[in-house]
């Protein structure tokens, strides 16, 4: 998944994110497993527990293809800047969790896809560091790119694919699906030539409600769908295609479409016995309101109810994988849930079904700066989640 946004903290009792009466087991369709991609941003780490994001991910190492830490920005001028950390490089290492680096543009710029020899540079010093680190491979992620960057992007990716291709590495890139309700230029990705010059292209398909629209659901199952569809009907290959998943929500306050985000392990210690009770649509889709100082929030947002049945989607058009953005944001739950469906756990999951269920008087939440996957800094627009690595220019 791009297009960051606000994230906000949140005190309050834990409970189970989606549970309520009943449980249900859901079987795994499809054969074989999918493969996982986990994407993790360091500079949210102020946010969450570091203490226990790696953990979680070593807990479900076995399930993780591979992670995708936000570790390079391409600048204006095609030079690339290098964010890499060593601890994790070697935390990666001793847990057997291949790195395939995410790179985004700085600022959300396009300027470098718009000049032969900035294209030239950043492809020279990509590749370069590839070979050096010896990574698995690269996950490229431009976004709030203006229509004149079409070519230039899909030549970048044709050159880069080429030296990429020879090192016997990976390569994919990231695309936000069209028919979102963010202001994003879809059109810049070209599907079909993406498709050749990457061995994945990772559809971002959450965010179809996000801080700048109506409250709404994140990635309601009808909308994944059509967007699923849509790429593989305009060329994407099955074999090709990693479907994203969201592990977080917004809370909208009333009378505005600016919303902060909530990483589903902070909801998920929203919920409680108390005033605010979640429902769900027909898709599993959680929401739930509740009030602060007279004012009326409204909270959507994804769990491990809610990604079962776009798993089974995606194991049923038989594409390749998944890719979860963000680590750290999701829970205990939630692997287990995910695990289940795609194939890289038990071969049912058990997961709470309840359309009901309840949350205390909560107070009103903090609002901090999400970090955005563009530049790497703040921002909104959806994709990767909260998503989407939106605009900012963070240093």
């Given at each position: 998944?791009?297009?960051?946004?606000?994230?906000?903290?949140?005190?309050?009792?834990?409970?189970?994110?989606?549970?309520?009466?009943?449980?249900?087991?859901?079987?795994?369709?499809?054969?074989?497993?999918?493969?996982?991609?986990?994407?993790?941003?360091?500079?949210?780490?102020?946010?969450?527990?570091?203490?226990?994001?790696?953990?979680?991910?070593?807990?479900?190492?076995?399930?993780i293809s591979a992670l995708?830490?936000l570790w390079y920005k391409?600048?204006?001028?095609?030079?690339?800047?290098?964010?890499?950390?060593?601890?994790?490089?070697?935390?990666?290492?001793?847990?057997?969790?291949?790195?395939?680096?995410?790179?985004?543009?700085?600022?959300?710029?396009?300027?470098?896809?718009?000049?032969?020899?900035?294209?030239?540079?950043?492809?020279?010093?990509?590749?370069?560091?590839?070979?050096?680190?010896?990574?698995?491979?690269?996950?490229?992620?431009?976004?709030?790119?203006?229509?004149?960057?079409?070519?230039?992007?899909?030549?970048?990716?044709?050159?880069?694919?080429?030296?990429?291709?020879?090192?016997?590495?990976?390569?994919?890139?990231?695309?936000i699906p069209s028919g979102?309700?963010?202001?994003?230029?879809?059109?810049?990705?070209?599907?079909?030539?993406?498709?050749?010059?990457?061995?994945?292209?990772?559809?971002?398909?959450?965010?179809?409600?996000?801080?700048?629209?109506?409250?709404?659901?994140?990635?309601?199952?009808?909308?994944?769908?059509?967007?699923?569809?849509?790429?593989?009907?305009?060329?994407?290959?099955?074999?090709?295609?990693?479907?994203?998943?969201?592990?977080?929500?917004?809370?909208?306050?009333?009378?505005?479409?600016?919303?902060?985000?909530?990483?589903?392990?902070?909801?998920?210690?929203?919920?409680?016995?108390?005033?605010?009770?979640?429902?769900?649509?027909?898709?599993?889709?959680?929401?739930?309101?509740?009030?602060?100082?007279?004012?009326?929030?409204?909270?959507?947002?994804?769990?491990?109810?809610?990604?079962?049945?776009?798993?089974?989607?995606?194991?049923?058009?038989?594409?390749?994988?998944?890719?979860?953005?963000?680590?750290?944001?999701?829970?205990?739950?939630?692997?287990?849930?995910?695990?289940?469906?795609?194939?890289?756990?038990?071969?049912?999951?058990?997961?709470?079904?309840?359309?009901?269920?309840?949350?205390?008087?909560?107070?009103?939440?903090?609002?901090?700066?999400?970090?955005?996957?563009?530049?790497?800094?703040?921002?909104?627009?959806?994709?990767?989640?909260?998503?989407?690595?939106?605009?900012?220019?963070?240093?």
């Amino acid at each position: 998944m791009k297009t960051k946004l606000l994230v906000a903290t949140l005190a309050m009792l834990a409970l189970v994110a989606g549970c309520g009466v009943g449980s249900r087991t859901m079987p795994n369709p499809g054969s074989g497993p999918l493969k996982i991609l986990v994407f993790y941003d360091q500079s949210a780490e102020p946010t969450t527990n570091t203490a226990q994001i790696l953990p979680l991910l070593a807990q479900n190492k076995s399930a993780i293809s591979a992670l995708a830490p936000l570790w390079y920005k391409v600048m204006p001028d095609g030079s690339v800047r290098d964010l890499s950390v060593n601890g994790l490089k070697s935390w990666a290492k001793s847990h057997g969790i291949a790195l395939m680096p995410l790179v985004v543009n700085y600022g959300g710029t396009g300027q470098f896809l718009l000049s032969a020899s900035a294209r030239s540079t950043a492809v020279s010093q990509l590749a370069s560091i590839l070979k050096r680190e010896n990574y698995a491979g690269l996950n490229i992620d431009f976004e709030l790119l203006k229509p004149d960057a079409r070519d230039g992007l899909t030549l970048l990716m044709q050159s880069l694919y080429t030296q990429v291709h020879a090192m016997g590495k990976q390569l994919s890139v990231d695309v936000i699906p069209s028919g979102t309700t963010r202001k994003a230029n879809t059109g810049v990705y070209n599907y079909p030539a993406l498709a050749k010059a990457s061995n994945e292209i990772v559809l971002m398909t959450y965010d179809d409600h996000d801080s700048g629209s109506a409250p709404g659901p994140i990635a309601p199952l009808a909308w994944v769908t059509q967007r699923v569809n849509e790429a593989l009907r305009i060329g994407v290959p099955p074999q090709k295609l990693i479907v994203g998943l969201a592990d977080y929500g917004y809370d909208w306050p009333a009378g505005s479409t600016k919303a902060a985000t909530l990483p589903l392990s902070t909801i998920e210690q929203w919920i409680t016995s108390g005033k605010a009770r979640i429902s769900r649509l027909a898709d599993g889709s959680p929401h739930f309101t509740y009030s602060v100082n007279g004012v009326v929030h409204t909270v959507w947002y994804e769990d491990g109810v809610a990604i079962v049945p776009i798993v089974q989607l995606a194991r049923s058009k038989d594409v390749e994988g998944l890719a979860l953005w963000l680590g750290g944001y999701e829970t205990t739950n939630y692997w287990k849930a995910l695990r289940g469906a795609a194939g890289t756990g038990p071969s049912t999951t058990t997961i709470r079904a309840g359309s009901k269920s309840s949350a205390s008087a909560i107070p009103k939440p903090s609002s901090a700066a999400r970090p955005g996957r563009v530049g790497g800094s703040s921002t909104a627009s959806g994709s990767k989640a909260g998503s989407s690595k939106a605009s900012s220019s963070a240093a």
